[in-house]
């Protein structure tokens, strides 16, 4: 049960946005240190694309230990960049180790995730083989979450980011649903190629973890007047959180690209000849 | 602003005090991690002296991570002994590194503190000065808990802990107070020699850390009625523990030997000439 | 490329065999610092049967960084026992985490590996779906070795280990054949079950790796005059090491039991239907 | 005993520099593992000013692994920088951690060493007692570097380096001969304050650890005729090296700045009233 943040638009320090704002997403993990909420202390990592280099893949920066004290974190955190990811990850069970820190990336593609498939040790072995098995190799870590990736990817990702997303979470809920696991998928799920921003906010229970997607810098500027830089971020820049600050519909997807957001209502699809649902 | 307990009597596995009973240490930063008090998740350490070897010396083991998710103290636990100590630490500052971590050892004795010294940057100096030049050398971290360690020793540890402990704190009120601090030093700290454990709680404003001393096994087992391997403790076992679970005098300290427990009040001893009080 | 150590005999100080002799496995990973050999710095384990614990699964502390300067390892090392497993990593591109340090662990067996299944990544899906699926959701890193260990369980390993390894062997080799790779096995392998330690050692291409099987004590007191602890050691004691300092048949396994170690000739056994051969 | 890099110049990605060159810094640890020579594998940084940012102060990246393996290291070096300081380390006794890592950093000045005071415990507290009081907090971690570093600020560095660098030699070699060391120094340095690099190399033995200045960066394309980014550089472009690849004079130093470098013969100033002479 992790958070994330996810921010597109004008190019600032990362530190401006991870470290900077009353709540931050470090802020939400000091703040948890003192005892408001759960603490996200098994390991955290960053994504972003570098401005001003050919790489057209994102670098990441991730580790082991708690974000809150993690001085490479505040170093790198000088970064100038118009597209990052932020993560920090509280294990449900699988190891604390570097490959099992989000976000997860394949070429210039990164996904993270907040939320659990519910008895992951049950299905890990049907879900891994339905991976496109080209790409199998490629999986590093034990996490529900980089499966989850990889199916994306196998399901047509980089084609159809929306449809292969709801692929797989028609196919993780078929799965899990033969294994006897009733809601087996809660997930807000962000993914970007450097361009555009998908997020995806998804319960097979109904009950769905909030996601909040700013459709309008406007609403960042009156939630935080006293954040400078917000001041100086064109409109179209956009901060998507898996927090509980927005009202959005429980099961829906929204993105984020030059020229603004839109939200869209999320459905699985699932495989054919299967009468599950969510 | 840590927490440690401190073992003594019957051998025993550490993960039986460690891990097992429903307030153990760890279940103490897992509770921290539903959010009921402070994350305690900026290293750790265990030190215990080996049963079956000839070595005098205790063994140390210390990590930088959160001790709730480090696999290799759940290894380690698996270790019988009949005297030893379990730190978790929440750094007020200094770096989080192996060397900040405690218990912190000197040939056969063994220190751990929660607490801090206010405003520690304007007395580091003359505080390290006052070391034994001997000794000074072996400081190796940057916390105010191991210059406090290093000041005992220097005022004369092992032939009289108290009174070490004493002008240790005597000295670190009078160097403050010349800074400008008023009321610098809270503390509970637990020292061994391998055969007694002394503990001590005091704080210059008067209002102290808890420390609680089981002067009676019959007291913890009272308490956790549960715990089944209480029941096999010899009535010497005692178990002190640096948290707000009693109600002695807010400036005490206990010793835990062979034959039983005893509690004394505590005074800081001042440097001659001086005016200072705590 | 690894290096391993097992021990197997009267109950000593790890410290004894990892750290004190002169060609101890510590020191050789400080020889080459010094230039005469390949560097094992990619992470480290040890692994034993807790002496005087009901405990029948063994303990095992692994890291990722070098053994020659982790202070835990030394600390650890101060553990008596008679039975353990050493060993040192140079990783051949998997990642450096902890769950791909050997020893790996399941239940009261240890396994620990030095070679490589070559071009891994072409079969890694087809032998992980070779595993149990009741096993498969246990694997947690991304190495060869873990992979060999699992189907090696999946293959009879509790009830015939000689058995077991041969068509864990068997099996790697067809599999990896018919992806093109024509050498695909060098191994040094060891496992134990608490009780016996079973040594491997075998190469697709009838170039192995060294393996020595001390068959008597007397020869490691002949190796080691210098090493005082050796003269105190029963004459069942063996110590075995993937190391070239013997001069065994290419092929070949041995066992070290309880009143004596025994040598024989390895061959892998191959799925049937299949014309693979070593 | 460590090794380190220096550029300044046309910024370039740091991966550029650290990784593309046959003879990178990282190769010369990959090739330390195969066996040509000592291995540094006791931690590593990297500090650069990073572009485009309004902040003057260096950021820094270390960690304690070996360099060869750190994933973070390598995604990090996708930024650009037009002047960056390298470093690997193989500790001579202190501990391995975070805080004993080069660079070290103080404001907008870093500083990174090769080599060592001999028997540095034995002066480790006179050192640091002339530190200026007011820097002295600062220190966190254990070494000799970080020591000569805080005597460097103490006695002039922003205002005159090399007189500073020559004083903190003096002080240096003056104390340890008053504690029976004879030729205690050894050092290749390089401080910067963002603008200017300065490199130092001398020994008390008078036989100095090599240090390379390229004067011209047409003797780097004629040395790497094969590394296409050096054809892209300015010709004031610099690499500083503490390597065996020039034959410059046993005890000098060097700046590069805009407009080119220059090199001057070192001489240690010691402290009045001392007839110490290195």
């Known amino acids: 049960m992790c958070r994330w943040i996810a921010y597109s638009g004008t190019p600032v320090l990362l530190s401006q946005v991870l ?19 759960t603490t996200n202390g098994d390991g955290f990592g960053i994504g972003w694309y570098p401005e001003d280099t050919e790489m057209a893949d994102p670098a990441v920066l991730r580790d082991v230990g708690p974000a809150w004290n993690d001085r490479n974190l505040q170093e790198v955190a000088h970064t100038r960049s118009g597209l990052f990811f932020g993560h920090i990850r509280a294990s449900t069970g699988s190891a604390v180790q570097h490959s099992n820190c989000h976000p997860f990336r394949s070429g210039r593609w990164m996904w993270m995730h907040n939320g659990m498939i519910s008895e992951f040790r049950r299905v890990r072995r049907d879900l891994a083989l339905a991976v496109d098995p080209a790409l199998y190799a490629d999986i590093e870590g034990s996490t529900d979450s980089e499966v989850m990736f990889f199916l994306a990817l196998t399901f047509g990702l980089p084609e159809d980011p929306p449809g292969a997303v709801a692929r797989m979470a028609g196919f993780v809920e078929t799965t899990a649903q033969s294994h006897g696991t009733r809601h087996p998928l809660q997930m807000t799920v962000a993914v970007t190629d450097g361009e555009r921003v998908w997020a995806f906010r998804y319960s097979s229970e109904g009950r769905s973890r909030s996601l909040y997607v700013s459709t309008k810098v406007d609403a960042l500027r009156a939630l935080h007047p006293d954040v400078s830089f917000l001041r100086e971020l064109s409109d179209e820049t956009r901060l998507v959180v898996s927090e509980p600050l927005g009202d959005l519909p429980g099961r829906s997807y929204g993105v984020v690209q030059p020229g603004g957001g839109v939200l869209h209502r999320f459905r699985p699809e699932y495989p054919e000849g299967t009468g599950a649902r969510g």
């Open 19 to 37: 470290f900077q704002p009353e709540h931050s997403l470090i802020d939400q993990s000091l703040h948890s240190r003192m005892g408001v909420e």
